[in-house]
């Protein structure tokens, strides 16, 4: 008895030992309607913050200082809703310019919230894109947003940079000429998005198995391309220009033809996985000098020995959905290579995470469910998210991702380590809210920090909580 008592405080305490990051209290919500969407937006140049709480005909907006003090709100009425995918944003001292579009991401708009004049001003811009252009991602910086898309017809990429006062610039970059030793077949690079991922979260192999990623840091971002298999594509994009600079780091060789390939870049380091029914290896490199820091290779024939558990598959046609365990590697080769492979890699205090598998597309055909906001298609809240908010989306395809995987843990020298792996960050949130009742939750990355936020009708309050 006694033994159960202290296990239920040490959990209990687990559980409670988030910090209440930020209480927004809504003091003038007229409707008693519930708030459909939250944003958070950091202003690294003073580490002020912003809120935004969305009702259907109504935003609700805060600045807080560095100090989390309420400086200054306001509230919106009436704004068009047409635009309701958020793509970026442009920040200058008390003004935050929202750049949204479509469903189509064909048509753009954007909304200016200046909070020191309490002046909402909403602007749609006269372009259109064209059948032969493709969006492909955002990046904001400072005052600035800037949106890259793809035109088929002349094979240049487009840097369109939104500023603060509304207006717009363009600049185009050939992938001929000087990009010519880029694959003949680069055309074939340009028409999808590219999925945007947060490398300091615990992603699944829904987001990382993807064959375009996108990397996002203070001044600068990467694009990844797994679509040859023979190397990943690498380009930089670096302040103050943001103009694409192309490299490539070669994979790893295995014997049988038509191999598998992905990658995934931490920290400063890429590790990329190559697979077939036969043989799997990865590598983990040094980003800078490709130095090799650790290899693996195994065969069908071979005993996994550095995962800690069983191989697992989940969403089987066989197992209605859930989790079943899988004995063969021969078995495990064969299904992690039949669409998608990929890897993922969490560093977490001295020691990493690495999950290794393959995803097969699921035909439930209301996409990708997601546990963790409220059984909602990956599809369908993805489009919202992908662009602005990677960290939800890397939270809400956490608790289910229909793959066929393994689970690593890896000292600081990327040695194996026996026993069980710990707890993540997302862990912990679901323990946190396992008693809540959930309101338009959301999750955030600030700094180090990972926010989840709920919302509580009773004491008209979005909460945020803490989790380092």
Not at 208 to 215: A, G, L, N, Q, V
Not at 404 to 420: A, P, V, Y
Not at 431 to 457: H, T
Request: charged content about 20%; proline content about 3%.
């Amino acid at each position: 008895m006694k033994v159960r008592i202290i296990l239920f405080f040490l959990v209990f305490n687990s559980i409670n030992a988030q910090e209440t990051f930020l209480n927004v209290s809504i003091k003038n919500k007229e409707s008693l309607g519930n708030i459909n969407n939250a944003h958070v937006i950091d202003n690294k140049e003073n580490n002020a913050l912003f809120v935004f709480l969305e009702e259907a005909k109504t935003t609700y907006g805060y600045e807080y200082n560095q100090n989390k003090e309420l400086e200054l709100e306001l509230v919106s009425k009436g704004l068009k809703r047409k635009f309701k995918t958020i793509i970026g944003s442009a920040i200058d001292g008390h003004k935050v310019r929202l750049i949204e579009t479509n469903k189509k991401q064909t048509k753009y708009a954007s909304i200016l919230f200046d909070f020191k004049n309490n002046i909402t001003e909403e602007l749609t811009y006269n372009f259109k894109l064209s059948p032969y252009d493709y969006y492909l991602q955002s990046y904001s910086y400072k005052n600035t947003c800037y949106m890259y898309t793809y035109n088929s017809q002349s094979n240049k990429l487009c840097k369109w940079t939104f500023l603060i006062d509304g207006s717009i610039k363009q600049k185009f970059y050939s992938l001929e000429g000087n990009y010519s030793w880029v694959n003949p077949s680069s055309k074939n690079h340009f028409h999808k998005e590219f999925q945007k991922v947060n490398n300091r979260l615990p992603n699944n192999l829904s987001i990382t198995s993807k064959p375009y990623k996108m990397y996002e840091y203070d001044d600068s971002f990467k694009w990844t391309l797994d679509d040859n298999s023979g190397y990943t594509l690498i380009i930089d994009f670096k302040a103050p220009e943001f103009s694409p600079e192309f490299s490539r780091i070669s994979n790893p060789k295995i014997e049988a033809n038509s191999p598998k390939t992905n990658s995934y870049i931490f920290e400063n380091k890429i590790a990329q996985v190559v697979s077939n029914s036969s043989q799997l290896a990865f590598v983990i490199k040094n980003l800078s000098d490709e130095k090799i820091i650790k290899s693996i290779s195994v065969s069908k024939k071979d005993t996994i020995d550095f995962k800690n558990g069983p191989i697992l598959q989940e969403g089987s046609a066989y197992s209605f959905g859930s989790t079943r365990k899988i004995e063969k590697t021969s078995k495990f080769l064969r299904k992690m290579s039949s669409d998608k492979n990929g890897i993922s890699i969490y560093p977490m205090d001295d020691k990493y995470r690495v999950t290794i598998g393959g995803i097969r597309p699921q035909s439930s055909g209301g996409g990708m469910m997601m546990p963790g906001f409220g059984g909602m298609p990956i599809g369908q809240f993805g489009a919202f998210t992908m662009s602005y908010n990677p960290t939800a989306f890397a939270y809400g395809a956490y608790g289910y991702n229909g793959s066929t995987r393994i689970e690593c843990l890896f000292d600081s020298d990327f040695s194996h380590l026996q026993g069980e792996i710990p707890e993540n960050v997302f862990d912990k949130i679901d323990a946190y809210k396992n008693n809540l009742i959930e309101n338009s939750e959301s999750v955030f990355s600030i700094g180090n920090q990972i926010l989840y936020g709920n919302y509580y009708p009773s004491k008209k309050q979005y909460v945020l909580i803490s989790f380092k």
